[in-house]
């Protein structure tokens, strides 16, 4: 048994639809009972009386080798998050989240972890292509007290990816209360300085967490099918927050951090912005839209112009969920928040403009897949199964590409993320994605009944013994072993942790 330790006393108030999809992995029809769920909606009562908390830069220095080193503590602690009282959390060196690392391309980085909680966890870097070993899943659980130091070269485009812990069975535990940072990726493309960059001035990361507390300030859990269900937001650990802009140009780095709900992001006066890029990057052109909608773990970077003087405010508006309006309810589909008030200066510095091109993202071959593989999402299993740390579920051969077709068959919210590699969607519904699905991706949302095509080409790292994972990142679901495992070999090579293990079913 896991201790408990890192657990604080929370209410939890249990929704009909959730004790019975606890009881067994019931699924579509039940949480119709949630429908009586009232919507969340912050529209005009947030104050904003705060301002935004930049996390600040990880120091880091360079060993004797030239590999950038970084430390980092996971801690329990105790934040002031509310008037209401100080909350328990737990966070990388601080009380709530973590530093942001940041590592151009090329370079060889070693975090050293060290687990100052009471309990075991892991640290897992999500979006990095990386050895399995040096991943952070559930197989590289480091104890309490224990210490970690992965290690592996940086190698892939400039991006915003985002590291958090991954024990089985505790992840969303270990998330909603706090553990949780970002990782960006720089490189020397084209658009790095033509873009917005500097750090909590122009190129600002905006981490979005729904809460709900307690009267006397702790977190509280509702649920619903999804997962928890906050009814407040948190923009890096800040309730109530406001930026002040100082240029005319802010980018602002997307990340839902949430362990259940979608976010569909927006501006409260519809203005329209630029999304640039993606989970794993940045999109081959800025795309001009007015909305971003956001599945938990997924990243969108946005460059959005303001006007001097003027105020905006970033917005959530009920996300597109595909589920029917009952089930909607209960899962966030019919919520409004008011996220991050966005206060420009009276005078803007000058910033340029966004470069009609931005990187090249080539297009991954259909005509060279290798193996087709298929994974419904039904309940809380993929293809039929929970995750089982002895079997391997897809043995894949280092230097192919493959076709996954991914369905989410239970009617209710989904989504589908794949550790190692950043992937391309292929077509959804039988249709190619819109441009902004269409760069690299690490995590898609699913909607109900609609297959969707991944194309994901494996390179570099091989390790028949050590698996990676692929998973829904509603955590809970997660949690609950809506999870399989993929190792990657050289040609011909077999896995080998499935020794012992069978399948009964
Ligand atoms: Cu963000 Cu397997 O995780
Ligand atoms: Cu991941
Ligand atoms: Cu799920």
Same mark, same amino acid.
Not at 496 to 500: L, Y
């Given at each position: 048994m896991l201790s408990r330790s890192l657990r604080r006393p929370r209410a939890t108030v249990l929704t009909a639809g959730s004790i019975l999809v606890a009881a067994t992995v019931l699924s579509v029809?039940?949480?119709?009972?949630? $429908?009586r769920v009232a919507p969340v909606d912050t529209t005009g009562r947030v104050e904003f009386d705060t301002t935004l908390v930049i996390p600040r830069l990880a120091e880091s220095r360079l060993d004797a080798a030239g590999t950038r080193v970084f430390a980092l503590v996971a801690e329990p602690g105790v934040t002031?998050?509310?008037?209401a009282g100080p909350t328990t959390t737990a966070g990388y060196n601080g009380s709530y989240l973590g530093p942001t690392l940041v590592a151009r391309r090329g370079e060889k980085v070693r975090v050293e972890l060290h @687990?100052?909680?009471?309990e075991p966890t892991t640290l897992h870097w999500h979006g990095m292509h990386l050895p399995a070993a040096m991943d952070?899943?559930?197989?590289?659980m480091v104890a309490a007290g224990a210490e970690w130091s992965p290690e592996w070269r940086i190698d892939q485009p400039a991006a915003t990816l985002w590291y958090h812990p991954h024990p089985h069975g505790e992840t969303e535990e270990q998330v909603s209360m706090g553990l949780a940072g970002l990782f960006l990726i720089e490189d020397d493309g084209p658009a790095a300085l033509d873009l917005p960059h500097e750090y909590g001035v122009d190129d600002v990361p905006v981490i979005v967490q729904d809460v709900r507390f307690t009267a006397s300030g702790e977190f509280a859990e509702q649920r619903g099918f999804v997962g928890i269900l906050g009814d407040q937001l948190l923009v890096n650990g800040t309730l109530g927050p406001r930026f002040e802009a100082s240029t005319e140009l802010v980018r602002l780095r997307l990340? @839902?951090?949430?362990?259940a709900r979608t976010y569909d992001f927006g501006f409260d006066d519809a203005r329209s912005f630029q999304q640039i890029a993606s989970d794993g990057g940045l999109l081959a052109a800025p795309i001009p839209t007015t909305s971003v909608q956001l599945s938990p773990g997924e990243r969108a970077e946005i460059v959005v112009r303001l006007v001097p003087g003027q105020t905006t405010t970033l917005v959530s508006r009920?996300?597109?969920?595909?589920?029917d309006p009952n089930a909607s309810a209960g899962n966030g589909g019919t919520d409004r928040f008011d996220v991050l008030q966005v206060i420009a200066a009276a005078v803007l510095s000058p910033s340029g403009r966004v470069p009609a091109v931005l990187a090249a993202v080539p297009r991954l071959d259909?005509?060279?897949?290798a193996i087709t593989r298929e994974f419904d999402l039904n309940g809380t299993q993929i293809n039929g199964e929970n995750m089982d740390p002895?079997?391997?579920?897809a043995t894949v051969t280092v230097d192919t590409t493959e076709r996954w077709q991914v369905? @989410?068959?239970?009617g209710l919210p989904h989504n589908f993320h794949v550790h190692d590699v950043q992937f391309q969607i292929e077509s959804i519904g039988g249709r190619p994605p819109p441009a902004a699905l269409a $760069?690299?991706?690490?995590t898609v949302y699913l909607p109900p009944h609609t297959p969707v095509d991944l194309l994901l080409h494996f390179s570099d790292y091989t390790d028949p013994g050590m698996p990676y994972m692929y998973h829904c990142h509603l955590l809970w679901h997660e949690d609950r072993g809506m999870m399989g495992q993929f190792v990657v070999t050289n040609p011909g090579e077999q896995a080998?942790?499935?020794?012992?293990t069978h399948h009964d079913h």
């Open positions: 029809g039940l949480t119709s009972c949630s $429908g002031e998050l509310t008037s @687990n100052g909680l009471a952070g899943g559930p197989h590289q990340l @839902n951090a949430s362990t009920p996300p597109a969920l595909g589920v259909a005509a060279r897949v002895a079997r391997v579920d369905e @989410n068959t239970t $760069g690299w991706k690490d080998t942790i499935t020794e012992g």
